[in-house]
T-cell receptor, first 113, second 112 residues
Framework: DTEVTQTPKHLVMGMTNKKSLKCEQH?????MYWYKQKAKKPPELMFV???????INESVPSRFSPECPNSSLLNLHLHALQPEDSALYLC????????????FGDGTRLSIL | DQQVKQNSPSLSVQEGRISILNCDYT??????FLWYKKYPAEGPTFLIS?????DKNEDGRFTVFLNKSAKHLSLHIVPSQPGDSAVYFC???????????FGQGTELSVKP
């Protein structure tokens, strides 16, 4: 059982839609991460939240908007995505900022039509 | 510039034998290394890690070896089991400051 839960597991959306990905952890971790993984490629970091504050944005386009409503929840709001944004989006958490290991959820498989 | 490299995209091993997965890195500032396993339709699962102050770490069937002078680490799985068939990612980080950098992954297939 994964301790980081991501919903939905699959999402298909058009380029004009607005949708959100959700991530939840109840391990008391204070750092949470969003990664993007394309097929046959390694995960690539997008955002890091430390103590519910955005600490790292890896130059991600503004059509991806992260939000951390509380210490257990992490959202990724999506708007006006492009077909090349189709990928697996992974959420992870760690005990504290910079602590390892990071624990990953099973991801949301996103397809942009 | 790929800082963490896994040069073998795939590896096939017979059940019961040893699996050796290799990883090279270029950034000498990396001081902590991790191995993750990933099954299809699941997220990466942490397997084992090693700090740069050690050259070996063991956990059951899994052993990670670090050769700092060669900037090389390897994961040994003994004995290999069919359930070990997955993609294995090597990752490196400058602890407490940097971001986790993943290699391209090696797909391990353990045949009965």
């Amino acid at each position: 059982d994964t301790e980081v839960t991501q919903t939905p597991k699959h999402l298909v959306m058009g380029m004009t839609n607005k949708k959100s990905l959700k991530c939840e952890q109840h391990m008391g971790h204070r750092a949470m991460y969003w990664y993007k993984q394309k097929a046959k490629k390694p995960p690539e970091l997008m955002f890091v939240y430390s103590y519910e504050k955005l600490s790292i944005n890896e130059s991600v386009p503004s059509r991806f908007s992260p939000e951390c409503p509380n210490s257990s929840l992490l959202n990724l709001h999506l708007h006006a995505l492009q077909p090349e944004d189709s990928a697996l989006y992974l959420c992870a958490s760690s005990q504290g900022p910079g602590d390892q290991p990071q624990h990953f959820g099973d991801g949301t498989r996103l397809s942009i039509l | 510039d790929q800082q963490v490299k896994q040069n073998s995209p795939s590896l096939s091993v017979q059940e019961g034998r040893i699996s050796i997965l290799n990883c090279d890195y270029t950034n000498s500032m990396f001081d902590y290394f991790l191995w993750y396993k990933k099954y299809p339709a699941e997220g990466p699962t942490f397997l084992i890690s090693i700090s740069s102050i050690k050259d070996k770490n063991e956990d059951g069937r899994f052993t990670v070896f670090l050769n700092k002078s060669a900037k090389h680490l390897s994961l040994h799985i003994v004995p290999s089991q069919p359930g070990d068939s997955a993609v294995y990612f090597c990752a490196a980080i400058i602890y407490q400051g940097g971001k986790l950098i993943f290699g391209q992954g090696t797909e391990l297939s353990v045949k009965p």
